[in-house]
């Protein structure tokens, strides 16, 4: 509420932290409370999950990029690194003092990881981290496209009976439709960082869906309908 107040009374932008879901849901829930000012959420790319606020005035007339820079993280010497985990760079980064709010989404391809961050501790981050376990690493700014930096995932297939939230999650996820409800029913799924406790929801292609405990995925497409009616849909779930 603060900042798009001074979005609003200084006509400037203004930004958050990166928010988690939960806190993007409280956001979207509230949006119609704050002052008439544009906002939207971003994380640095589609795929982000973390993602901060950005406020504009209705009236600018200039764009302004959101403070976002990625880093790159790599082993000096691949041959001889340890394999890294996502929580293993992650974990370096905070243990320089730095707090989660400041920190986006991590994505981790071949014993690298690209760090979307607020852009003012960057070059902390470039100038402290040298090291994750007992492997020397180096930092740099990405020149990859955002585009490219991309989560790795595993593409499932199913069939339902109805295009609806429980059901596919019960697919990305290997399980029974009934031991879903008491996720989305405990307020711990969320579709595109929106709160969902309606298990019959129907989520749409391209949607992000969230489970915490569980991980999250993307509705992928519906592939066909089967001569007994059922849906066989695909999704793609983050590994």
């Given amino acids: ?26 956001l ?20 982000a999950e973390r993602k901060l606020a950005v406020f504009a005035p209705q009236t600018v007339y200039y764009e302004q990029e ?14 001889y690194a340890d394999s890294l985990s996502h929580r293993d760079f992650l974990g370096a980064i905070l243990n320089l003092g730095i707090t989660r709010a400041k920190i986006g989404d991590l994505f981790v391809k071949n014993n690298t990881a690209y760090v979307f961050c607020i852009s003012e501790i960057a070059p902390y981050i470039l100038e402290n981290l040298s090291k994750i376990r007992h492997t020397l690493i180096q930092c740099s700014y990405s020149g990859e496209p955002t585009e490219q930096i991309t989560p790795e995932f595993r593409t499932i297939q199913g069939t339902i009976g109805n295009i609806r939230l429980d059901s596919l999650i019960a697919t990305a996820f290997s399980t029974s439709r009934s031991s879903i409800i008491s996720y989305i029913e405990a307020g711990k799924v969320f ?30 497409s519906l592939l066909k309908t089967t001569k007994k009616g059922r849906n066989l849909v695909s999704v793609k779930r983050y590994i």
Wanted: aromatic residues 10%; charged residues 15%; positive net charge.
């Fill in 66 to 79: 959101p403070p976002i820079s990625i880093i790159k993280i790599a082993p000096i010497s691949p041959q």
């Fill in 28 to 47: 979207l829930h509230i949006s119609k409370e704050l002052p008439p000012v544009n906002f939207h959420l971003t994380g640095g790319n589609d795929y």
């Fill in 191 to 220: 579709v595109n960082g929106k709160l969902i406790t309606s298990n019959g929801y129907t989520p749409k292609t391209g949607d992000i869906i969230s489970v915490r405990g569980k991980g999250r995925f993307v509705y992928e």
């Fill in 1 to 26: 509420m603060e900042l798009a107040h001074t979005s609003y009374v200084r006509n400037i932008y203004t930004y958050s932290d990166f928010l988690n879901i939960s806190e993007q849901s409280i």
